[in-house]
């Protein structure tokens, strides 16, 4: 069993950065596939970027590609999302997501994350 907690969600202002935080409990944390996944109200939970087991190769929705940035510490059990330029739309709960399957394939979908976090909520405003 994986236990996921994340932390730095928040309100900020259009424009302006957050950094989201996701911490593992699990010992083999380096094998997992990490991901970060949003919910906003009355929407379905969308893929927003998933950082392969040593970092070295990440991944990006169309919405977070030169915005967001991904990154893990193995040694710490811990993925970040560094969240830049951020705007109104981007207000949703963001979900730490891990992979025990193997390989570099349908990082985007929600079925292949077989642990999850509780969320941390960010607000954006206008």
């Known amino acids: 069993q994986v236990q996921l907690v994340e932390s730095g969600g928040g309100l900020v202002q259009a424009g302006g950065s957050l950094r989201l935080s996701c911490a593992a409990s699990?010992?083999?944390?380096?094998?997992?596939?990490m991901a970060w996944f949003r919910q906003a109200p009355g929407k379905e939970r969308e893929f927003v970027a998933a950082?392969?087991?040593?970092?070295?190769?990440?991944y990006y929705a169309d919405s977070a590609k030169g915005r967001f940035t991904i990154s893990r510490d193995n040694a710490k059990n811990t993925v970040y999302l560094q969240m830049n330029s951020l705007k109104p739309e981007d207000t949703a709960v963001y979900y730490c997501?891990?992979?025990?399957?193997?390989?570099?394939?349908?990082?985007?979908?929600?079925?292949?994350?077989?642990?999850w976090g509780q969320g941390t909520q960010v607000a954006i405003s206008s």
């Open positions: 997501a891990a992979s025990t399957i193997t390989g570099w394939i349908r990082v985007p979908e929600r079925g292949r994350y077989d642990y």
């Open positions: 699990a010992r083999t944390f380096s094998s997992y596939i």
């Open positions: 950082i392969a087991w040593r970092g070295g190769t990440t």
